[in-house]
């Protein structure tokens, strides 16, 4: 694989892009937005509760309604695969003046809720939904907060975000403690548009009520969680040398590039900078003989995304790799642990499930196979990877879902065969 590219921005970052630049005064124009299934559904949502929107080739322009001027949709917000827009506008949708409501596909209906209906509820919020709450549709007729001080008992950003901005409506101090730190896009958006928010190692707390100031123009990274797909695809087949441009290198999205230098991975981060209050790098990658590594603790929420595409990895790695502390892995868009387990043993990967991860013996080669995504876009990517240095022809079934955050990933995956 060799050549040069710059894979679509963002996918967390293109979300709150759209969410938080509607709460803001007047226009914001987002550069670099990833235009995808799951970034499209925030869009909508938000056009839904009366936000203009235009999303054209280049740019993005959101006529921003300020945190006060949100209207009553007239129709269910359909959230479609993406946990993020679900999440995090729960949060926003709690603390606004008239009644409304969110639903998702048949993957996200079954993923949990009940991580942001608990703290939401506390703060004061009414919200209504399927199995006591746990699970979409749910139902909000707004009310007013009050700030609590809450310890997350999953490090997750969706969830923190969620409580982030039901905290801008709270009156008094709204306090979120974390197990271990997640991205932190919100914060960092919220502080370019204006709201104070103060943050520690552990926590961050924001004082409320707190409008979001004039709408700005934002510059959106390429999406590192695609690049990885990219990265793994380099290090594991021969002769391959490509440089992923203008990437987003936040360091809480980080851990793939930590685990695969650790794996021995030539990877070397380029012309460092700062747009919009996010670090970015160009990131060079050259085949590499691969280690085997543990993989576990404070590292896994900056991975999470990546797990399986590192798993990829450690087929051809030297050695066993453990990764473990991982379970959350088991929520996300399908049982992330078991359908790459499952599937990676398709290809003759010696690879065993954990309740909480995996263990992977690496080899030397693994036999092309057909196989599925489970209807999961990083499922899909991750399988395509290990087919690119697999030997024969393999097949994945329900592919097309790589759309939900990578449109033109077969394209640009092509594009670097040589
Ligand atoms: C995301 C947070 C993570 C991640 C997801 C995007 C975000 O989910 O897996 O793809 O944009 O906040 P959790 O908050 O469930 O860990």
Redesign the pocket.
């Known amino acids: 694989m060799r050549g040069e590219l710059a894979p679509p921005g963002d ?2 970052i293109s ?2 892009a759209i969410i938080l630049g509607s709460l803001a005064q007047g226009l914001t124009t987002v550069r670099g937005f990833l235009s995808s299934e799951d970034t499209l559904s925030s869009a909508k949502a938000m056009m839904k509760l009366g936000v203009p929107i235009e999303i054209n080739k280049e740019t993005v322009k959101i006529r921003g309604k300020g945190s006060y001027g949100l209207s009553e949709p007239d129709d269910i917000i359909d959230a479609g695969n993406s ?2 827009t679900a ?2 506008l729960t949060g926003l949708l709690s603390s606004q003046n008239f009644f409304s409501s969110i639903t998702g596909d048949q993957y996200l209906r079954t993923r949990p809720m009940d991580r942001v209906v608990k703290p939401l509820t506390r703060m004061g919020a009414r919200i209504w939904g399927r199995d006591e709450g746990r699970r979409l549709p749910l139902a909000f007729l707004g009310s007013e907060l009050k700030a609590i001080k809450y310890s997350l008992p ?8 969620a409580i982030l901005l039901a905290g801008l409506y709270a009156v008094g101090e709204t306090e979120v403690v974390e197990p271990n730190p ?2 932190d ?2 914060e960092r958006m919220l502080s370019y548009l204006g709201v104070r928010v103060e943050r520690n190692s552990v926590s961050i707390k924001m004082e409320g009520p707190q409008q979001l100031k004039e709408g700005r123009e934002i510059s959106i990274p390429a999406d590192i ?1 695609s690049a990885s797909f990219l990265i793994v695809a380099a290090l594991i087949n021969p002769n391959s040398e490509i440089l992923i441009k203008n990437v987003g290198i936040n360091p809480q999205r980080t851990g793939a590039i930590e685990i695969l230098k650790k794996m021995e991975g030539n990877i070397e981060i380029l012309n460092k900078r700062e747009a919009c209050g996010e670090e970015i790098g160009d990131i060079l990658v050259r085949s590499s003989t691969l280690i085997a590594t543990e993989i576990k603790g404070e590292i896994i ?1 900056k991975t ?2 990546e797990l399986p595409v590192v798993a990829v990895a450690a087929c051809f790695a030297d050695g066993e790799t453990l990764i473990k502390d991982a379970e ?1 892995l088991r ?2 868009e399908t049982d992330r642990i078991k359908a790459i387990t499952t599937e990676l043993a398709k290809f003759g990967a010696d690879i065993e499930e954990l309740d909480d991860g995996m263990i992977i013996n690496g080899r030397e080669n693994l036999k092309g196979t057909k196989c599925t995504s489970w209807g999961d876009h990083r499922i899909a990517m991750a399988l395509t990877i290990a087919g690119t240095r697999a030997d024969g022809q393999t097949e994945i079934e329900d592919s097309e879902c790589v759309s939900v955050s990578f449109p033109g990933f077969f394209t640009s995956l092509n594009n670097l065969r040589k």
Do not use: L
Not at 154 to 161: F, H, P
């Open positions: 996918k967390s979300h709150r946990g993020t999440r995090i999953v490090a997750s950003a969706q969830v923190k975000s997640t991205r896009h919100t969680s929420p999470i995304d959350e929520v996300k």
